[in-house]
């Protein structure tokens, strides 16, 4: 995982409409339906990827925010200190 200052780039993933409907059309005939209904099974898979996206983002967005939590209170730390 990347920190705020180390981010390293995101991978873009780009797939040609022919392979997918190439692919899809495979896993139809494997599975005995139609290439709409493989279609309609591709976008479930990606609601699903999504999600888990989404959870994976929430879990290291709050890592980052304990991380800068701790920071602000040892400058909060710090400050106080001064002051005494």
Same mark, same amino acid.
């Given at each position: 995982?990347?920190?705020?200052?180390?981010?390293?780039?995101?991978?873009?993933?780009?797939?040609?409409?022919?392979?997918?409907?190439? @692919?899809?059309? $495979?896993?139809?005939?494997?599975?005995?339906?139609? /290439?709409?209904? *493989? +279609? =309609?099974?591709?976008?479930?898979?990606?609601?699903?990827?999504?999600?888990?996206?989404?959870?994976?983002?929430?879990?290291?967005?709050? @890592?980052?925010? $304990?991380?800068?939590?701790?920071?602000?209170?040892? /400058?909060?730390? *710090? +400050? =106080?200190?001064?002051?005494?």
């Amino acid at each position: 995982m990347g920190t705020l200052r180390n981010q390293p780039p995101r991978d873009h993933f780009h797939q040609d409409l022919d392979s997918l409907l190439t @692919e899809l059309g $495979a896993i139809g005939n494997k599975h005995n339906i139609n /290439i709409a209904t *493989a +279609i =309609e099974a591709k976008k479930a898979l990606e609601f699903e990827r999504q999600n888990n996206i989404t959870v994976q983002n929430g879990d290291y967005h709050d @890592e980052q925010m $304990a991380g800068l939590g701790d920071i602000l209170e040892r /400058i909060s730390g *710090a +400050i =106080e200190s001064v002051g005494q």
